[in-house]
Nanobody, 122 residues
Framework: QVRLVESGGGLVQSGGSLRLSCAVS????????MAWFRQAPGKERMFVAT????????YYSDSVKGRFTISRDNAKNTVYLQMNSLKPEDTAVYYC???????????????WGQGTQVTVSS
């Protein structure tokens, strides 16, 4: 069974940093694109960042560009999201996902993690 297990969420003050990790098992990690999404209470699930299977192409939402960095280590079957200069509006449940294509559309991703809470205090 394909599983995506996230870690690294928590409580941080405004301006601080967190690094999220997503470990993948049950399939060939290197052959799939990876992405991060987030969902705040009462809001739609929104695209954050995505990275190609080779790591050569990355894309970010305008709201996180310049502050967040997505990366992957295929040897460790893990994708990361480094979050710097965090703001209260970044507070959300963060999800990792895997799929065949590089896209910002949630429906394009077949597998999802359980989500991890990120809370940024004022």
């Amino acid at each position: 069974q394909v599983r995506l297990v996230e870690s690294g969420g928590g409580l941080v003050q405004s301006g601080g940093s967190l690094r999220l990790s997503c470990a993948v098992s049950g399939r060939t990690f290197g052959g799939y694109n990876m992405a991060w999404f987030r969902q705040a209470p009462g809001k739609e699930r929104m695209f954050v960042a995505t990275i190609s299977w080779s790591g050569g192409s990355t894309y970010y939402s305008d709201s996180v560009k310049g502050r967040f960095t997505i990366s992957r280590d295929n040897a460790k079957n893990t994708v990361y999201l480094q979050m710097n200069s965090l703001k209260p509006e970044d507070t959300a449940v963060y999800y990792c996902a895997s799929g065949v294509a590089v896209t910002a559309t949630p429906a394009s991703y077949a597998y999802w993690g359980q989500g991890t809470q990120v809370t940024v205090s004022s």
